[in-house]
């Protein structure tokens, strides 16, 4: 097999030894200068070339080969490129600190450079050779635009508020980038939320999913079916084009089936919804958690008086139901060194205190005792229908009581078996975890829960193959981990724990979830 390849590539480089020369940027010899081959420099990260060529998109590596043309690089004093797209959202603070702090820990000096409104960029020098080793350039614009840019071969990374959309996936598969639907594709760098907030001037202090949903399709305009004051809402939201504002479309309207409102004030960014919603009695507005700034965050409330607030805990365990992942996308090929050393840092301890410190939810894995949870035990009591047992109960709360929840969650996309993208961001975070040998000599169970459709033995038999297939996927994940050095448990509760009114959509997908406890 191997002869054969070797035959194959042979073949292809005399080909191209016999091709004309065109008016190229780049021609790359073997040093023996029995081979070359012309194209169209696309991109070199200091080890490997990416060339454009009559037979499509190449990668050479860089020590196998001599580069002639005016676009070669300078192989002496190479500084890296990587140009960074998309979200506003996340390229105004977060990704910018991330960046500063990775330079400070790797003694580089962070030096930014404003172009404009949308443009600037870091020169990371070397502070032992006062060296440029790279530029870090962005565009902070929306969602959208990250994804155009991507696919025009503009960016290398992409900053989103949301999942790609299938017809991104396949212009990028046709454009050679690869699958970036895969998780090999994309990674969840933080975590963020929906949050409907007022001025603090106005007395309502919480809204259900269905009417948030109704007074951004235009069904309710007044305050007086709120339970405010009589007064018509004006409404604020981020422009059409963002991934936030198509993050509402996606997790508050079209579940409803509704359309939203013509009649919105649209801003093209976050922080305007905020201060000008705080600035107005009569104002309703949708940010993000890290935008809620001087207004008032509203709760999520349902028919059965349960309340859910948006704070950094919810938001980490998705037990807040509006929880929106910050993605970043990233193309199937090769980036600079020193670009895979930041994507690497971003997933580190240290990253995560950055992020903290940006306003934005971490993934950082953190255990919560069953007394920092609230009245969870107390609910599950007085939620529990004729179909759970006070036998069934008293399990729980024995086999709980003595445990740490992690502040990790498993959900699954609705009417599918598939996880949704936090979750699977999960899998990895807690893969990596065992591989630590974080949990070595614990106890590790996953304690699957339902909905209360249903008769409550099969919600149960559910909610425990959940528990067993999310502890399946972390147990894949985690390749070098010795699991014997941990036990990895399931357990199955059912309807016993609703976090949320089991009478709502919302509050349905909400209650089928697994969680992990430690002890």
Not at 22 to 51: C, H, K
Not at 155 to 170: F, G, K, N, S, T
Not at 233 to 250: F, M, S, W
Not at 278 to 285: M, N, P, R, T, V
Request: neutral net charge; hydrophobic residues 45%.
């Amino acid at each position: 097999m191997k002869l054969r390849r070797a035959a194959v590539f042979a073949a292809l480089m005399l080909s191209l030894v016999a091709q004309p020369i065109a008016a190229q940027d780049v021609t790359l010899t073997s040093r023996d200068g029995n081979i070359a081959l012309t194209g169209t420099l696309l991109g070199f990260d200091g080890e490997f070339y990416r060339i454009d060529t009559v037979y499509g998109e190449l990668t050479l590596d860089g020590s196998g080969v001599l580069c002639d043309g005016p676009a070669c690089p300078n192989l002496q004093d190479y500084v890296a490129e990587l140009n960074i797209s998309g979200s506003a959202t996340m390229g105004a603070v977060m990704m910018p600190a991330l960046v500063e702090a990775f330079a400070l820990r790797n003694g580089y000096n962070a030096l930014r450079l404003t172009l404009d409104k949308t443009h600037f960029s870091y020169r990371l020098v070397d502070e032992n050779t006062n060296k440029d080793a790279a530029i870090f350039s962005f565009r902070v614009t929306n969602t959208d635009e990250g994804f155009a840019d991507l696919l025009a071969n503009e960016a290398d990374i992409v900053m989103a508020l949301r999942e790609i959309r299938p017809d991104e996936q396949l212009l990028a598969q046709d454009a050679g980038l690869g699958d970036l639907a895969d998780g090999k594709r994309s990674r969840v760098i933080a975590l963020d939320g929906l949050v409907p907030i007022v001025a603090p001037r106005n007395p309502v202090r919480d809204i259900s999913p269905l009417d948030l949903a109704r007074v951004y399709a235009g069904q309710i305009t007044n305050w007086s079916d709120l339970g405010g004051p009589d007064a018509p809402i004006a409404l604020h939201a981020p422009a059409r084009q963002t991934g936030l504002a198509q993050a509402i479309e996606d997790m508050i309207i079209r579940p409803t089936g509704l359309d939203m409102s013509g009649d919105i004030t649209r801003h093209t960014r976050g922080i305007s919804v905020s201060e000008q919603v705080a600035a107005d009695s009569f104002a309703l507005g949708l940010v993000s958690f890290a935008e809620v700034g001087r207004a008032q965050p509203l709760a999520l409330t349902g028919p059965c008086g349960r309340t859910l607030h948006a704070t950094r805990r919810t938001v980490k365990t998705e037990d807040y139901p509006l929880t929106a992942p910050m993605f970043l996308y990233l193309p199937a090929r090769r980036l600079p060194k020193i670009a895979r050393e930041f994507l690497a840092y971003t997933r580190g301890p240290a990253a995560q205190i950055v992020i903290r410190r940006a306003g934005f939810v971490d993934q950082a894995l953190e255990e919560v005792p069953i007394d920092a949870q609230g009245n969870r035990f107390s609910n599950a009591i007085g939620a529990a229908g004729q179909g759970v047992s006070l036998r069934e109960l008293q399990r729980m709360v024995r086999t709980l009581s003595p445990m740490k929840r992690l502040t990790v969650s498993f959900r699954f996309e609705p009417g599918s078996v598939r996880l949704d993208a936090q979750s699977r961001s999960n899998i990895q975070q807690l893969a990596r975890a065992l591989e630590q040998g974080r949990y070595d000599a614990r106890e590790v169970v996953f304690v699957g829960f339902s909905d209360a459709e249903g008769p409550a033995a099969t919600n149960k038999s559910i909610a425990l193959k959940r528990a067993e297939a999310v502890r399946r996927a972390v147990i894949e994940m985690a390749e070098t981990a010795d699991i014997d050095r941990v036990t990895l448990a399931v357990d199955g509760f059912g309807e016993a724990m609703p976090m949320a009114c089991d009478n709502s959509s919302w509050g349905r997908k909400t209650n089928r979830r697994v969680e992990v406890w430690v002890r």
